[in-house]
């Protein structure tokens, strides 16, 4: 009997709820975001908490911590810390705005993260584990402070450390590495995304230097790095090369792309080159051809793989609290079973994505990582990643599409992670050439769709 009355009175209150409502209760004008709300509350919704005021770590539901040497713990708590702490109580302000948060770039400083796992020139020299959980726990908070410091990191200052001579090095390294200089990657153009190797940005040799002519598109810190790796074509063997071109560089240009619904606080541009003379000291020597890509490619994708496992933690982390904070019929909503279920399939992710990605991390340590690897688990990642955030979208209602409580901002910004650093579908290709040996990234040929036999390698 009591049940059944408790049940009426669930259904008495879904009633109310369902009735026409007085037109004096409409409240216009916009709800205070996360830089506008005290202790992560505010008065217009005091029944939960913002992610002005982060929520604690609940997603290790296997120990996974156990996984980490202390060095690497240590790593962790000391981004965690700071990206709870710094980022997330101004994060989302800077975000409706679409404005990069550049108030916090010389605080991550301290952290001891610059530079990743280069080696020398006062670099941090992090094993690729501690860089991945420093990686992640931005992530976790910001995925778009978390593309600043991998682009950064793992495309800009990689690609010099690997390829450039030890007088580029001792030059750049250093002031990057402080945060002092900031870095850009230029590889994508308007007519080639995803067929990267088939640039036009063109290097034409002239007396003490090159010329660059062309376009770039999609280059993350663009509008404001200092430092700016370009990749062209040289007249010379028509191969790709590389170059540093700095800010300010006459015959460059660089135009902030907006109107985007993901990574808003992330400063892509487009790029314009108009016979940009640079000199022979700004090509990078260890780049002789597209090939040579591959190899700042095949780190900065073990990275871009960590980035959705930080988001979905994220988001699990947020749902978590909200459902016990949040009330209806008389019980908090993590109370119900069909929201049970959504979040321990949220958490059930979670653990499979940080283990895809750690197991794919020790690969790359012991030299035995392959591209194919690389992609799958980056496109793997991202595809259980949309599903987190969407799960996480629904399980806050209609709280779940607004920024302030982080899941919207995370199931918007996980749109561009599916995409950037190789779309979902290429990747996949990448993957599925390694399991078939087949090569399917072009359209068959008109013979091999009249019945003859044509395999692509």
């Known amino acids: 009997m009591q049940a059944h009355t408790a049940a009426r009175d669930r259904l008495a209150v879904l009633a109310g709820h369902l009735s026409s409502f007085d037109e004096g209760e409409l409240l216009v004008g ?199 790796v370009v990749f062209a074509r040289s007249s010379e063997d028509k191969q790709v090369n590389a170059f540093v071109v700095r800010k300010g560089a006459p015959g460059f240009t660089a135009t902030k792309i907006d109107n985007k619904i993901a990574l808003r606080c992330v400063q892509n541009a487009d790029m314009l080159f108009e016979r940009c003379f640079v000199p022979d000291s700004a090509r990078l020597p260890g780049c002789g051809s597209f090939k040579d890509t591959n190899k700042v490619l095949a780190q900065s994708r073990i990275m871009v793989s960590w980035l959705p496992v930080g988001m979905a933690m994220g988001a699990y982390d947020m749902a978590a609290r909200y459902l016990r904070e949040r009330h209806q019929f008389g019980a908090p909503l993590a109370s119900f079973q069909l929201i049970q279920e959504k979040l321990a399939r949220m958490l059930g992710n979670v653990q499979a994505m940080f283990l895809m990605s750690w197991r794919l991390t020790k690969l790359a340590e012991a030299g035995s990582m392959s591209h194919e690897q690389a992609s799958l688990v980056k496109a793997w990642n991202t595809l259980r990643g949309r599903e987190v955030v969407a799960l996480g979208r629904e399980v806050l209602g209609g709280n779940g599409v607004q920024a302030d409580f982080h899941v919207a901002k995370q199931f918007c910004d996980m749109e561009a992670i599916y995409t950037y650093e190789g779309t979902y579908e290429v990747n996949m290709l990448v993957a599925g050439r390694g399991a078939t040996g087949i090569s399917a990234f072009k359209a068959a040929s008109k013979a091999s769709q009249r019945g003859a036999t044509q395999v692509q390698a």
């Open 30 to 228: 916009r709800q205070p975001t996360a830089a506008a709300i005290s202790n992560g509350r505010t008065s217009k919704f005091p029944q939960a908490t913002t992610a002005a005021e982060f929520p604690a770590a609940v997603h290790d539901a296997l120990a996974l911590d156990s996984l980490l040497t202390s060095e690497e713990k240590d790593i962790r708590k000391r981004v965690r810390d700071f990206a709870e702490s710094e980022i997330a109580p101004i994060i989302t302000e800077y975000w409706e705005r679409a404005e990069f948060p550049f108030e916090l770039v010389p605080r991550m400083k301290a952290l001891g993260i610059g530079g990743g796992t280069i080696r020398g020139n006062a670099c941090a020299g992090l094993s690729l584990t501690g860089a991945a959980m420093a990686t992640l726990e931005l992530a976790r908070v910001d995925a778009s402070v978390a593309t600043f410091y991998l682009v950064h990191t793992f495309l800009a200052m990689l690609t010099i450390g690997i390829m450039g001579s030890e007088e580029q090095k001792a030059l750049l390294l250093p002031g990057m590495a402080s945060n002092e200089l900031a870095g850009c990657w230029a590889l994508t153009e308007p007519s080639n995304g995803s067929d990267a190797s088939a640039l036009t940005c063109s290097a034409t040799k002239v007396a003490g230097g090159w010329l660059l002519d062309g376009r770039k598109r999609w280059i993350g810190n663009g509008t404001f790095a200092d430092v700016v």
